[in-house]
T-cell receptor, first 109, second 112 residues
Framework: QQPVQSPQAVILREGEDAVINCSSSKALYSVHWYRQKHGEAPVFLMILLKGGEQKGHEKISASFNEKKQQSSLYLTASQLSYSGTYFCGTAGGNEKLTFGTGTRLTIIP | EAQVTQNPRYLITVTGKKLTVTCSQNMNHEYMSWYRQDPGLGLRQIYYSMNVEVTDKGDVPEGYKVSRKEKRNFPLILESPSPNQTSLYFC???????????FGSGTRLTVV
Protein backbone atom coordinates (compact mmCIF):
# COMPACT_ATOMS: atom_id res chain seq x y z
CA GLN A 1 0.00 0.00 0.00
CA GLN A 2 1.39 3.36 -1.06
CA PRO A 3 2.28 5.92 1.62
CA VAL A 4 0.22 9.11 1.53
CA GLN A 5 2.01 12.37 0.80
CA SER A 6 0.72 15.86 1.56
CA PRO A 7 0.36 18.34 0.15
CA GLN A 8 0.02 17.14 -3.44
CA ALA A 9 1.39 20.41 -4.73
CA VAL A 10 2.80 23.62 -3.30
CA ILE A 11 3.98 26.90 -4.77
CA LEU A 12 6.52 28.99 -2.88
CA ARG A 13 8.47 32.16 -3.42
CA GLU A 14 12.22 31.89 -3.29
CA GLY A 15 13.39 32.01 0.32
CA GLU A 16 10.24 30.57 1.85
CA ASP A 17 10.12 27.30 3.80
CA ALA A 18 8.18 24.15 2.98
CA VAL A 19 7.21 20.94 4.75
CA ILE A 20 6.22 17.77 2.93
CA ASN A 21 4.62 14.97 4.90
CA CYS A 22 4.61 11.23 4.33
CA SER A 23 2.35 8.86 6.21
CA SER A 24 2.11 5.07 6.10
CA SER A 25 -0.52 2.65 7.35
CA LYS A 26 2.05 -0.04 8.16
CA ALA A 27 5.06 -0.32 10.47
CA LEU A 28 8.17 1.15 8.92
CA TYR A 29 11.83 0.32 9.08
CA SER A 30 13.08 3.07 6.82
CA VAL A 31 11.94 6.10 4.86
CA HIS A 32 13.63 7.38 1.70
CA TRP A 33 13.27 10.81 0.11
CA TYR A 34 13.90 11.53 -3.58
CA ARG A 35 13.54 14.54 -5.86
CA GLN A 36 12.66 14.27 -9.53
CA LYS A 37 12.98 17.15 -11.96
CA HIS A 38 10.85 17.21 -15.06
CA GLY A 39 12.08 14.71 -17.66
CA GLU A 40 14.74 13.27 -15.40
CA ALA A 41 15.18 10.29 -13.12
CA PRO A 42 14.54 10.52 -9.37
CA VAL A 43 17.59 11.47 -7.32
CA PHE A 44 18.18 10.15 -3.83
CA LEU A 45 18.20 12.80 -1.07
CA MET A 46 18.36 10.88 2.18
CA ILE A 47 17.30 7.80 4.09
CA LEU A 48 16.02 7.68 7.66
CA LEU A 49 16.10 4.48 9.64
CA LYS A 50 13.95 3.26 12.50
CA GLY A 51 14.99 5.14 15.61
CA GLY A 52 13.33 8.52 15.04
CA GLU A 53 16.45 10.20 13.73
CA GLN A 54 16.57 13.46 11.91
CA LYS A 55 18.96 13.96 9.06
CA GLY A 56 20.13 16.99 7.15
CA HIS A 57 21.32 17.66 3.64
CA GLU A 58 22.29 21.32 3.01
CA LYS A 59 19.08 23.22 3.74
CA ILE A 60 16.97 20.11 3.36
CA SER A 61 16.33 17.96 6.41
CA ALA A 62 13.90 15.26 7.43
CA SER A 63 12.49 13.55 10.48
CA PHE A 64 11.07 10.08 11.03
CA ASN A 65 8.60 9.11 13.73
CA GLU A 66 8.23 5.33 13.50
CA LYS A 67 5.55 5.21 16.19
CA LYS A 68 3.31 7.44 14.12
CA GLN A 69 4.60 5.86 10.90
CA GLN A 70 5.28 9.33 9.55
CA SER A 71 8.12 11.28 8.05
CA SER A 72 8.45 14.94 7.13
CA LEU A 73 10.82 16.66 4.73
CA TYR A 74 11.80 20.24 5.57
CA LEU A 75 13.07 22.66 2.92
CA THR A 76 14.46 25.84 4.41
CA ALA A 77 14.96 29.10 2.54
CA SER A 78 13.98 27.45 -0.72
CA GLN A 79 15.98 28.05 -3.87
CA LEU A 80 14.85 27.87 -7.49
CA SER A 81 16.83 24.64 -7.83
CA TYR A 82 14.55 22.97 -5.28
CA SER A 83 11.69 22.84 -7.76
CA GLY A 84 10.59 19.35 -8.72
CA THR A 85 8.48 16.48 -7.49
CA TYR A 86 9.40 14.97 -4.16
CA PHE A 87 8.72 11.33 -3.40
CA CYS A 88 8.91 9.48 -0.14
CA GLY A 89 9.54 5.75 -0.21
CA THR A 90 8.81 3.47 2.70
CA ALA A 91 10.09 0.01 3.57
CA GLY A 92 8.99 -2.40 6.25
CA GLY A 93 12.34 -4.13 6.58
CA ASN A 94 12.95 -5.94 3.32
CA GLU A 95 13.95 -4.38 0.05
CA LYS A 96 10.42 -3.70 -1.09
CA LEU A 97 10.44 0.09 -1.33
CA THR A 98 6.99 1.59 -1.91
CA PHE A 99 6.73 5.18 -3.11
CA GLY A 100 4.06 7.77 -2.50
CA THR A 101 2.37 9.62 -5.35
CA GLY A 102 4.61 12.64 -4.98
CA THR A 103 4.48 16.31 -4.03
CA ARG A 104 5.07 18.85 -6.79
CA LEU A 105 7.06 21.82 -5.50
CA THR A 106 7.27 24.98 -7.58
CA ILE A 107 9.58 27.80 -6.51
CA ILE A 108 9.00 31.18 -8.11
CA PRO A 109 11.40 34.14 -8.03
CA GLU B 1 31.38 6.71 -13.91
CA ALA B 2 29.03 4.91 -11.52
CA GLN B 3 25.70 4.51 -13.23
CA VAL B 4 22.63 2.48 -14.06
CA THR B 5 22.15 2.09 -17.80
CA GLN B 6 18.80 1.32 -19.38
CA ASN B 7 18.11 0.57 -23.01
CA PRO B 8 16.31 1.62 -25.04
CA ARG B 9 15.37 5.13 -23.92
CA TYR B 10 12.28 5.16 -26.13
CA LEU B 11 10.32 2.29 -27.59
CA ILE B 12 7.11 2.07 -29.58
CA THR B 13 5.78 -1.42 -30.13
CA VAL B 14 2.59 -3.24 -31.06
CA THR B 15 0.33 -5.28 -28.82
CA GLY B 16 1.58 -8.81 -28.27
CA LYS B 17 5.12 -8.39 -29.56
CA LYS B 18 7.56 -9.60 -26.92
CA LEU B 19 10.14 -7.09 -25.79
CA THR B 20 12.98 -6.75 -23.32
CA VAL B 21 14.21 -3.63 -21.59
CA THR B 22 17.77 -4.02 -20.40
CA CYS B 23 19.25 -2.65 -17.20
CA SER B 24 22.89 -2.79 -16.17
CA GLN B 25 24.76 -1.29 -13.22
CA ASN B 26 28.51 -0.97 -12.74
CA MET B 27 28.55 -0.41 -8.98
CA ASN B 28 28.46 -4.05 -7.82
CA HIS B 29 25.11 -3.39 -6.13
CA GLU B 30 23.21 -6.34 -4.70
CA TYR B 31 19.73 -4.85 -4.91
CA MET B 32 18.00 -3.96 -8.13
CA SER B 33 14.45 -3.00 -8.86
CA TRP B 34 12.05 -2.03 -11.64
CA TYR B 35 9.45 0.71 -11.31
CA ARG B 36 6.84 2.14 -13.61
CA GLN B 37 5.76 5.74 -13.39
CA ASP B 38 2.33 6.93 -14.48
CA PRO B 39 0.78 10.39 -14.00
CA GLY B 40 -0.85 10.73 -10.61
CA LEU B 41 0.26 7.28 -9.46
CA GLY B 42 3.88 7.93 -8.56
CA LEU B 43 6.45 5.16 -8.84
CA ARG B 44 5.10 1.66 -8.50
CA GLN B 45 7.41 -1.29 -7.99
CA ILE B 46 7.16 -4.11 -10.52
CA TYR B 47 9.85 -6.55 -9.35
CA TYR B 48 12.93 -6.40 -7.20
CA SER B 49 15.99 -8.56 -6.71
CA MET B 50 18.11 -8.99 -3.61
CA ASN B 51 20.92 -10.83 -5.37
CA VAL B 52 21.70 -13.18 -8.22
CA GLU B 53 18.85 -15.66 -8.79
CA VAL B 54 16.78 -14.00 -6.01
CA THR B 55 13.77 -12.02 -7.21
CA ASP B 56 10.38 -11.11 -5.79
CA LYS B 57 7.20 -9.41 -6.90
CA GLY B 58 6.53 -5.79 -6.24
CA ASP B 59 3.13 -4.12 -6.25
CA VAL B 60 2.31 -4.41 -9.97
CA PRO B 61 4.03 -7.55 -11.35
CA GLU B 62 1.26 -8.76 -13.69
CA GLY B 63 2.38 -8.96 -17.30
CA TYR B 64 6.09 -8.66 -16.50
CA LYS B 65 8.97 -11.06 -15.98
CA VAL B 66 12.51 -10.51 -14.75
CA SER B 67 15.68 -12.49 -14.36
CA ARG B 68 18.91 -11.95 -12.44
CA LYS B 69 21.51 -14.31 -13.83
CA GLU B 70 24.36 -11.88 -13.29
CA LYS B 71 24.81 -9.32 -10.53
CA ARG B 72 25.09 -6.37 -12.91
CA ASN B 73 22.09 -7.11 -15.16
CA PHE B 74 18.38 -7.10 -14.43
CA PRO B 75 16.30 -7.19 -17.63
CA LEU B 76 12.56 -6.55 -17.69
CA ILE B 77 10.61 -8.77 -20.06
CA LEU B 78 7.14 -8.12 -21.43
CA GLU B 79 6.02 -11.39 -23.01
CA SER B 80 2.84 -9.98 -24.56
CA PRO B 81 2.68 -6.22 -24.13
CA SER B 82 -0.70 -4.50 -23.92
CA PRO B 83 -1.63 -0.81 -24.19
CA ASN B 84 -2.05 -0.53 -20.41
CA GLN B 85 1.67 -1.17 -20.09
CA THR B 86 2.39 2.11 -21.84
CA SER B 87 4.43 3.92 -19.21
CA LEU B 88 7.79 5.34 -18.15
CA TYR B 89 9.97 2.61 -16.68
CA PHE B 90 12.88 3.05 -14.31
CA CYS B 91 15.50 0.57 -13.20
CA UNK B 92 17.27 1.28 -9.92
CA UNK B 93 20.03 -0.29 -7.84
CA UNK B 94 21.35 -0.04 -4.29
CA UNK B 95 24.23 -1.60 -2.31
CA UNK B 96 21.92 -2.75 0.49
CA UNK B 97 18.53 -1.92 1.98
CA UNK B 98 20.20 0.76 4.12
CA UNK B 99 21.21 2.90 1.15
CA UNK B 100 19.30 4.92 -1.39
CA UNK B 101 18.64 3.79 -4.92
CA UNK B 102 20.48 5.04 -7.99
CA PHE B 103 18.03 5.28 -10.88
CA GLY B 104 18.61 4.76 -14.57
CA SER B 105 17.53 7.43 -17.07
CA GLY B 106 14.25 5.71 -17.83
CA THR B 107 12.59 3.96 -20.76
CA ARG B 108 9.47 5.46 -22.25
CA LEU B 109 7.41 2.61 -23.66
CA THR B 110 4.37 3.02 -25.87
CA VAL B 111 2.28 -0.02 -26.80
CA VAL B 112 -0.19 0.53 -29.63
Amino acid sequence: QQPVQSPQAVILREGEDAVINCSSSKALYSVHWYRQKHGEAPVFLMILLKGGEQKGHEKISASFNEKKQQSSLYLTASQLSYSGTYFCGTAGGNEKLTFGTGTRLTIIP
Amino acid sequence: EAQVTQNPRYLITVTGKKLTVTCSQNMNHEYMSWYRQDPGLGLRQIYYSMNVEVTDKGDVPEGYKVSRKEKRNFPLILESPSPNQTSLYFCASSPTALYGYTFGSGTRLTVV
